[in-house]
């Protein structure tokens, strides 16, 4: 399974925007990229996907290098109710076929 | 609508003991899968389940084992349960279409401890 690398935790204040960064420098070119992330005492919530275009949802944008090598999902303004972990994920499909490869993630903070 | 349940919230076994965890997928979600996630890890892939059938299974030992019902729930199964079995056991069910996106939906988990 290819491999994503991202920090073990960042930090952010309320209100104000959070780049969390990805890499996959050995991503293959059928390779989709998935963003998880789990909040405390809950399971882990879908947040966006893409492949090679950026792509925007209501909860937040994913900026994928042109490269495809690395990857940064974006939280336009970061709400306490965002601290969570956030997993970013390789998978070879775009469909609820291929299980899941969950990493360490990243453990964002949220300060008011 | 209801989101992916699991039973029970919490439980606790002692070591050598075999435990059932139950899930119920989202209504007309088909496929099932089952992650352990041990304390200060992702979550780590067990098996999936689509239209009754095993369709993968992850590194695990065979006192690991599943099941899908008629109506798409699921059960897992664990034998002579270890101490390194304490985790949380998370399920998750999704719709297994081709084309469109299908995320995973997961449940809140069950969580194991093993004495």
């Known amino acids: 399974d290819a491999k994503t690398t991202q920090p073990n935790s960042m930090e952010s204040n309320e209100e104000e925007p959070v780049h969390l960064p990805c890499n996959h420098s050995?991503?293959?070119?059928?390779?989709?990229i998935h963003w998880y992330r789990q909040l405390p005492s809950q399971g882990p919530e879908y947040v966006i996907h893409?492949?090679?275009s950026n792509v925007n949802n209501r909860m937040a944008s994913l900026a994928i290098a042109e490269d495809r090598k690395s990857s940064t999902l974006i939280l336009h303004r970061a709400t306490l109710r965002d601290a969570a972990v956030y997993y970013c994920i390789l998978s070879p499909s775009n469909s609820g076929n291929t299980p899941l490869v969950f990493g360490k993630g990243t453990r964002l903070s949220v300060i008011a | 609508d209801a989101g992916v349940t699991q039973s029970p919230t919490h439980l606790i076994k002692t070591r050598g003991q075999h435990v059932t965890l139950r899930c119920s997928p989202i209504s007309g979600h088909k496929s099932v899968s089952w992650y352990q996630q041990v304390l200060g890890q992702g979550p780590q892939f067990i098996f999936q389940?689509?239209?009754?059938?095993?369709?993968g299974r992850g590194n695990f030992p065979d006192r690991f084992s599943a099941r899908q019902f008629p109506n798409y729930s699921s059960e897992l199964n664990v034998n002579a349960l270890l101490l390194g079995d304490s985790a949380l056991y998370l399920c998750?069910?999704?719709?297994?279409?081709?084309?469109?996106?299908?995320?995973?939906?997961f449940g809140p988990g069950t969580r194991l401890t093993v004495l």
């Open positions: 893409g492949l090679t």
């Open positions: 050995t991503i293959s070119g059928t390779d989709y």
């Open positions: 389940y689509y239209e009754k059938e095993e369709r």
């Open positions: 998750a069910s999704s719709l297994r279409g081709a084309g469109a996106y299908n995320e995973q939906f």
